[in-house]
């Protein structure tokens, strides 16, 4: 499942992992009890044979094109991606009819993002930007998706808008959504649904590292390379530790990766931090003027809001 990456999930995942492991080596051992749990890959050497397998496929493959030359609400059930034909020998033929279709890596986007010392490469298909504002890595999305493997299978999708928080998914989507807009509007329907116009629609082909890498779901290979498409209709900031501070604005280096801030060096990133300067006093109490917002309280004007302030420990609750 795409919704997977929150610790529980990831504990859960490396549990099954671990049993399946034990069983082959318990079930495949000759002359003695022990087994080992293959370490994973070095991050570089698989990254690198991601973008090579990528690129291929990006090479090998085309989509509709002129399906989406006309305005409008389409759906990914409109993106047919078709590997192109071979002849005889395996080798393949030209792009068939060039008019309506376009091979994936003449229109795809290229995308960076570094994780852990490691620079990975990631591609989107945008087909349509969307009107709204884009979301931020660490909000709530209302999405439609469709997760495939390169060699066609499905493994995970969803039939009607779901609401996802994007901190609790795989690296890549916080990485591409931030690429795309939400919808221009929204209508309510008679039965309570919405209907949406002018959302983000796009694929993204994401390597290993930047999904499951070796530990992945039931239906996912280690080391798998994914494609997702996706609907993007609405985004909603979050405040994660209830600090009356938005989790997008705990963002301090301006990144676009919540999870390298951290004020106080406590190991504790600072959107899930409670006490973001470790001063003893609890960031939404640093709210000095009680105006519900953190952020602007500076008693000792030193250009440092209170609650990223160590040597400023006011608390709004010392006269109550």
Known sequence: MLKKTNLIMTFRNSIVVLLLSVLCFTSCKKDDDSFEVAPPRDRTIQ??????????????????????ETPGNYTY??????????????????LPNPDINTLLIDDVEIHTTEIVDIEYEYYTLKLNHGGGDAPNSSDTVNVNYFGNLFDGEDFDSTANPTSLDLIGLIQAWREALPNFGTAASQVENEDGTFSYNDYGLGVM????GLA???VPPIGVPQYANL?????LYTAE?????ADFVMSFVEDINGNGDVYDDDTDSDGVPDFIDVDDDGDGVFTRFEDIDNDGDPTNDDTDDDGIPNYLDFSTALSNQDDN
Do not use: V
């Open 77 to 94: 059930d409109d993106i047919m991606i078709t590997e192109l034909p071979t002849d005889d020998n395996g080798n393949y033929l030209d």
């Open 205 to 208: 082909f994401i390597p290993s």
């Open 237 to 241: 900031p979050n405040d994660h530790d």
């Open 212 to 214: 499951y890498f070796n």
């Open 47 to 68: 990254q690198a044979a991601d973008k090579d397998s990528l690129l291929n496929y990006l090479s090998t493959h085309y989509y509709n094109s002129s399906f989406f």
């Open 227 to 231: 494609i997702f498409k996706f609907e």
